[in-house]
């Protein structure tokens, strides 16, 4: 930026997708990845949906994320959350941009923050306001 130095960034989720990949040699249909949100909420991308430009995931409770994970091997931090009573695989995995190379030019996004869900606050305009 300041020296003219062009800068990515990346999802985190595609990431760890890749990092899983790459470690356990399965194929991004066969994974998802489920990291701790706010609110008992939890990220979850399913592996396929990671791959190209534009990242696909939701913000989901724990139930929900129990569905959307189902048969899969699941890599990330909320992996005991989603594997409680199940059959699903799981691997510890925390995000590591010294693996920025495993992902493709076409995962690169613009240095700019990317949230999965709303924010809980506003700016004064926002808020609803209570009228006498």
Sequence with gaps: ?????????????????????AKHRCDHETLAVAMHGVHGELFVALGEALQGSTPHFVSVPMEQALTLVEGRHVFGDAQSSVTDNGPTTTD?????????????????????????????????????????
């Design 1 to 21: 930026m300041a020296w003219g130095v062009p800068v990515s960034g990346y999802c985190t989720l595609a990431l760890i997708a890749a990092m899983a990949a």
């Design 92 to 132: 510890l995995f925390f995000t590591d941009a010294r693996q920025f190379g495993l992902l493709t030019p076409d995962q690169w996004l613009p240095a700019a923050p990317l949230y999965g869900r709303p924010p809980d606050a506003g700016t004064p305009r926002t808020r609803n306001t209570v009228s006498a």
